[in-house]
Every structure is written in structure tokens, then in C-alpha cells.
């Protein structure tokens, strides 16, 4: 049996060209790696109300915790502290100070768009212990961050 000319001729073809374009040898990588742009655009906390804050003085964070007179170190980078107040919202312990001073550390950036949100806060007590009612104040707390 003999093969038709048209598939002999593709077949002649397809042998021929597959040699064509290959690189002898693999290909050859030169320089440094392509690394990645280190992202540099605004950063924003959002309180408990779902508003967006830039180194806020004065913020709502979660139902009970109230940070006031804010001073921040670092703000955009992977990690923002800062030193300020907290004051009880709700019922406090009688005879327990209302307030306390604090360091604060915000970090856990989440990119949102054009922006990114701290999406963790960790409140510690500058002279402990801190009264009762902020037990538990000093565990990493997740913080509210507009959907993706």
C-alpha cells in the first residue's frame, strides 16, 4: 500500500521543521533574579465603625477598647507602635482607674486596592498589671478591614 503524496510530503515537513528554532544547549539566564517592588502606598486602621484612620490621635478600635492621645512610631511599615491611653467603654470594675497608659502595635498589613489596612493590634500596659476589666487586652486582637 502506498501512502498518499500530500501525507508524505507532511510527514517530510513536519520532520524537517522540528529541528528548526531550538536552542542548543537550554536557555541561558544571565544577571540577578527579578525581585519584587516593595510596596509603598498609604496605610489605614479602621475603627470599630468601619471608618479609615492614618495615625490617628483618638480611635475606637473594638467595642472596648478607646485609645487616646496617640503617638505613633512607624506608621506604614510592617509594623506601627505607638504609646497612648485606653479607656474603659463599658461597665469598669469599681474602684479600678478608668484609664491606663499603653503601648500599642499594629501590624499584619492587608493590601486593599490602592491602600492597605493593619488587620492586628496587640495592647499592652506600659506599667502593669492593668486593671480587671482590660484582661485579656494584651493577645493579639483582629481588627475589622474592608472585604478584598
Do not use: H
Not at 48 to 76: C, F, H, K, N, S
Amino acid at each position: 500500500m502506498r501512502l498518499p503524496r500530500a501525507v508524505l510530503c507532511a510527514v517530510v515537513l513536519a520532520v524537517g521543521l522540528s529541528g528548526c528554532g531550538g536552542v542548543r544547549g537550554g536557555i541561558r539566564v544571565e544577571g540577578p533574579a527579578a525581585t519584587s517592588v516593595p510596596w509603598s502606598g498609604p496605610v489605614y486602621v479602621e475603627d470599630t465603625y468601619g471608618r479609615a484612620w492614618q495615625r490617628p490621635e483618638t480611635i475606637v478600635l473594638t467595642e472596648l477598647i478607646l485609645l487616646d492621645g496617640m503617638a505613633w512610631r512607624g506608621w506604614g511599615s510592617a509594623r506601627a507602635r505607638g504609646t497612648g491611653e485606653v479607656s474603659c467603654q463599658g461597665a469598669c470594675s469599681s474602684g479600678e482607674p478608668r484609664s491606663y497608659r499603653v503601648e500599642v502595635t499594629l501590624s499584619d498589613r492587608l493590601r486593599r486596592g490602592s491602600v492597605s489596612y493593619y488587620s492586628q493590634v496587640v495592647v499592652k500596659p506600659v506599667d502593669p498589671p492593668a486593671p480587671g476589666w482590660a484582661t485579656g487586652f494584651d493577645t493579639t486582637e483582629n481588627l475589622g478591614v474592608p472585604d478584598a
